[in-house]
């Protein structure tokens, strides 16, 4: 047992840090990355039209996409008919109308199915070119908290236990460092371990409001699944008991409908509902300035009847919640509010937690402020995990051999912090150059960046220590400067068409892998000057070690990262 409560935290901090750091970093990257699913979606969907200048007016819109959806044949036996309207909020623009169709028989969930349409026509554009099939920003978004090529229960729990370690390891770092805010104000370049601890400190402290929060936030998304007996306890086990409990949390939810009432089909409950514009109208008088994301449509169904609900675009708070309004399409009234827990102070508290977790309500300076912080928290860790080596090293060059569990993870190290960045550019890159009508080649995308990350890790395990941290950190670079050529190479969405036709939101990816590469050539570039340095100096370095030292420890000490 340590000495003393601050030793005690310190050890805590070191080794909570190191044992789960290889999948924090996975899962610090990959949720910032995630966190721009939308942009990232839209730049490898280059088939997509790009933004345009002005918005048509609602009522235009919500017009045509309606009379669409009552003369589409396919849509009549629909439960249930949605419109997304046009908006350049993210650059996501899609106007377009959705539709779920029953459930067959052996079927939970019937098939969901979508259109895109023109706006100025409302219908199927004359030559649309259908977008390729990807895994986008979404497959990132949920690596980091489903991993990939494991069952989702079991990787929500291992990102749970990891995110746990975290936490424990962002409280001990607290208290371990007493001068904390001292600490944020020094850092002392050049000094080797000193620097590193210098960086690990500064950039702990930057954001740590953010890291508790994002930590924290974390935990509490998958709270069921980490405690799985609370609600059965209760409730009872089985899926009836589990959508009693969910109606009684979510009362204004179909939740509890019964089964043995069947909908009208749409097509035909659309023919009793009342004209949509005054219902368009009546939400325009109430929400004033704030704009119509979606709208969906539900037929009558035993008690309930027909409505629409109108979803809004923006946020009025933190919280995780859609401001939402319901009409009863039988006589266009508004509907009463159903009874909610969402003014409750459980309630309330997990919707803000979740909504500062996810950011959708942030404006565009602060999701910046999002992205910054994500990779300035990926930066904590790897300074982290890098700073255990480099302080334990000068032992392992006295000792006739590096110790087996120290090579690992200098391997590991090299294979994470500097693999993964390369895996995810070769995602993007896979993007461009797998064949548009290739089977599963979303599929493919994915494995080329979990390949390229196994790669990393074997290449690490063949070459010298300083080497591979130079090569792949340089890979990595090249791999996100070139990307903005290859998309002009390979697409009409490259950066110079984006900025001419002012679609700024995808215009910030290419730009967004310039910095990145940048950021990447500075680090290699910064492994190529200690090396250099310590290739200029053999004598001093062969002083100060000792005689007997072996040729392998000689080595070990010229490869700092």
Same mark, same amino acid.
């Given at each position: ?6 030793? %005690? ?9 190191? @044992?789960?750091?290889? @999948? ?53 036996? !629909?439960?249930?008919? &949605? ?19 029953? !459930? ?5 969930? &019937? ?38 090529? #494991? ?10 236990? %990891? ?35 210098? !960086? ?107 409505? !629409? ?46 909504? #500062? ?16 912080? &994500? ?14 080596? @480099? ?70 395990? %063949? ?99």
């Amino acid at each position: 047992m340590k000495e003393g409560f601050r030793q %005690c935290m310190a050890w805590l901090h070191t080794w909570t840090g190191l @044992v789960v750091g290889w @999948v924090l970093f996975f899962v610090f990257l990959t949720g910032t990355a995630g966190y721009v699913q939308i942009e990232l979606t839209r730049w490898m969907q280059p088939e997509r039209a790009m933004q345009v200048a002005t918005v048509p007016a609602e009522t235009d819109q919500l017009g045509k996409a309606y009379a669409y959806l009552k003369q589409l044949p396919e849509a009549q036996q !629909a439960e249930r008919w &949605g419109i997304s309207l046009l908006s350049n909020a993210r650059g996501w623009d899609e106007f377009s109308v959705n539709w779920s169709l029953p !459930a067959q028989e052996g079927q939970r969930y &019937g098939e969901y199915r979508t259109q895109v349409l023109d706006v100025n026509s409302g219908q199927p554009p004359a030559q649309q070119l259908k977008p390729r099939e990807t895994g986008g920003g979404d497959a990132l978004y949920r690596m980091h908290y489903a991993l990939h090529y #494991l069952p989702y229960d079991w990787a929500i729990r291992i990102v749970g236990i %990891c995110t746990m370690f975290m936490f424990v390891a962002i409280i001990s770092g607290i208290i371990t460092h007493k001068k904390i805010f001292k600490d944020f104000f020094t850092f002392r370049p050049a000094k080797g371990q000193r620097s590193w601890l210098d !960086a690990h400190n500064v950039i702990s402290v930057i954001a740590l409001p953010f890291y508790l929060m994002i930590t924290y936030s974390g935990l509490i998304f998958f709270a069921n699944a980490y405690m799985p007996f609370g609600v059965p306890m209760v409730y009872g086990f089985g899926e009836k008991n589990s959508e009693r409990y969910y109606a009684e949390l979510y009362p204004g939810a179909r939740f509890g409908t019964d089964a043995s009432t069947a909908a009208q089909p749409m097509g035909q409950s659309a023919q009793h509902f009342v004209p949509i514009q005054p219902v368009l109208q009546q939400v325009q008088r109430e929400w004033g300035a704030h704009r119509i994301g979606s709208v969906n449509f539900y037929p009558a169904k035993g008690d309930a009847p027909a409505k !629409a609900e109108f979803y809004q675009i923006s946020h009025d708070s933190i919280a995780r919640q859609r401001t939402s309004l319901s009409f009863d399409l039988s006589n266009g009234k508004k509907m009463t509010d159903n009874p909610s827990n969402q003014d409750k102070a459980p309630m309330q508290f997990a919707l803000a937690v979740l909504g #500062l977790h996810e950011g959708s309500f942030a404006s565009p300076l602060i999701r910046i402020l999002y992205v910054i912080t &994500g990779l300035l928290g990926t930066a904590m860790i790897a300074t982290g995990l890098v700073l255990w080596t @480099v302080k334990r090293r000068p032992k392992q060059l006295k000792a006739e051999r590096m110790s087996f569990g120290h090579a690992l993870v200098e391997r590991l190290n090299i294979a994470m912090i500097a693999g993964l960045p390369l895996a995810i550019a070769v995602y993007f890159w896979a993007n461009r150059l797998i064949p548009v009508h290739l089977a599963d080649r979303a599929a493919w995308e994915i494995h080329s960046l979990y390949i390229t990350l196994a790669l990393s890790f074997l290449y690490a395990l %063949c070459r010298p220590i300083a080497r591979a941290w130079l090569e792949i950190l340089s890979a990595a670079s090249l791999a996100y400067l070139l990307l903005p050529l290859l998309n002009a190479l390979t697409t009409e969405r490259h950066l110079a068409a984006s900025l001419a036709h002012q679609d700024y939101v995808l215009a910030s990816i290419d730009l967004g892998f310039l910095f990145l590469g940048a950021v990447l050539a500075w680090a290699a570039y910064k492994v190529w000057l200690k090396r250099e340095a310590i290739l200029k100096k053999p004598a001093a370095k062969a002083k100060r070690l000792p005689k007997q030292a072996p040729a392998a420890a000689v080595q070990a000490s010229e490869e700092l990262p």
